[in-house]
């Protein structure tokens, strides 16, 4: 409410969201905020690569359950992506985790799969 007592309309805002891995993920923490704020409305969302998986995560909660619909079902998305990535071939052997070297890179699973 407004001070003098009209309903307050909410600012409609378009997003375009990134692609690239870890971005999408960041993506998803900013989206939360956003649905979250009462005063802001998504009229449209596009994307690419992540950001399209984050602009379809958001439009079909937001189809099936409205905001909190759309917040649900970007965290069981990354939650899910996340625990699909504890079984991936492609990740630091332990001698790379007790030497601290951070990057996959140089790994041989990673040059086999990069070739």
Known sequence: MTKNGKAEEKKKINIALQGGGSHGAFS???????????????????????????????????????????RKKLDDFWHAVAAKGRF????????????????????PRYVFFDT
């Open 88 to 107: 991936s071939p492609v990740q630091r052997m332990p001698w790379d985790v007790a030497w601290g070297n951070w990057s996959i890179e140089n790994t």
């Open 28 to 70: 998803w923490g900013v989206l939360d905020r956003l649905l979250e704020d009462g005063r802001l409305e998504i009229s449209a969302v596009s994307g690419t690569s992540a950001g399209a998986m984050n602009a379809v995560a958001l439009a079909d909660g937001f189809v099936r359950g409205g905001v909190e619909g759309a």
